[in-house]
C-alpha cells in the first residue's frame, strides 16, 4: 500500500531524488559527483525509493499542513518544472544523515558485511527510521522551495 500520492513519484522520480541527495551524498563519502549519483541510483533501485518517497511526502504535509494533497504537489511541479535535476543544498551531516548514507549503500550493495549486522539490529532499525525521516525532511523542503 502506498503512503504517498502515485503523483509524487511521478514528479520526484528515481533521477530527481539521487540528483537532490547527490551533494550530501558525495560529500560525505568523499566521492565524485558521478560515482554518488551511480550509487544513489542504484540504492533507490531497491525498496529504498518508496521509504524515501513516504517521509518525503510525511515531511511536506508537516511543512505545509494547511495545503491539501493537489496544493502540495502542484508546488512540487512548479518547483521542478525548470530543472528538475538541480543537486540539492549543502547539509551538515548529522547522526541521522549518517544512518540514511548506510542504507542506501546497503542498498547500493557497497557497504560492508559489518554494517548490514550494525542496521539489522533494534537500534540499527531505529537509526535507519531516524535517516529516513531525515532525509525525507531535507527532500520535502528541497521539493517545496519553488515558491
Same mark, same amino acid.
Not at 518525503?56 to 495545503?67: D, G, H, I, Q, S
Given at each position: 500500500?502506498?503512503?504517498?500520492?502515485? &503523483?509524487?513519484?511521478?514528479?520526484?522520480?528515481?533521477?530527481?531524488?539521487?540528483?537532490?541527495?547527490?551533494?550530501?551524498?558525495?560529500?560525505?563519502?568523499?566521492?565524485?559527483?558521478?560515482?554518488?549519483?551511480?550509487?544513489?541510483?542504484?540504492?533507490?533501485?531497491?525498496?529504498?525509493?518508496?521509504?524515501?518517497?513516504?517521509?518525503?511526502?510525511?515531511?511536506?504535509?508537516?511543512?505545509?499542513?494547511?495545503?491539501?494533497?493537489?496544493?502540495?504537489?502542484?508546488?512540487?511541479?512548479?518547483?521542478?518544472?525548470?530543472?528538475?535535476?538541480?543537486?540539492?543544498?549543502?547539509?551538515?551531516?548529522?547522526?541521522?544523515?549518517?544512518?540514511?548514507?548506510?542504507?542506501?549503500?546497503? &542498498?547500493?550493495?557497497?557497504?560492508?558485511?559489518?554494517?548490514?549486522?550494525?542496521?539489522?539490529?533494534?537500534?540499527?532499525?531505529?537509526?535507519?527510521?531516524?535517516?529516513?525521516?531525515?532525509?525525507?525532511?531535507?527532500?520535502?523542503?528541497?521539493?517545496?522551495?519553488?515558491?
Amino acid at each position: 500500500m502506498l503512503t504517498y500520492p502515485p &503523483r509524487l513519484s511521478h514528479l520526484a522520480t528515481r533521477a530527481v531524488l539521487a540528483a537532490k541527495l547527490r551533494r550530501a551524498f558525495a560529500d560525505a563519502h568523499a566521492l565524485s559527483d558521478d560515482e554518488a549519483l551511480d550509487r544513489l541510483e542504484k540504492a533507490l533501485s531497491s525498496s529504498l525509493l518508496a521509504q524515501l518517497l513516504s517521509a518525503v511526502w510525511t515531511a511536506m504535509k508537516e511543512l505545509k499542513p494547511r495545503l491539501s494533497e493537489a496544493e502540495l504537489l502542484d508546488r512540487v511541479a512548479h518547483t521542478l518544472a525548470d530543472r528538475p535535476l538541480r543537486p540539492g543544498r549543502k547539509v551538515a551531516i548529522s547522526p541521522g544523515w549518517s544512518a540514511f548514507f548506510l542504507l542506501a549503500d546497503i &542498498r547500493a550493495n557497497v557497504a560492508s558485511d559489518a554494517a548490514r549486522r550494525v542496521m539489522e539490529t533494534e537500534q540499527g532499525s531505529k537509526m535507519a527510521a531516524a535517516g529516513l525521516a531525515e532525509a525525507g525532511r531535507y527532500v520535502a523542503a528541497e521539493l517545496l522551495r519553488g515558491r
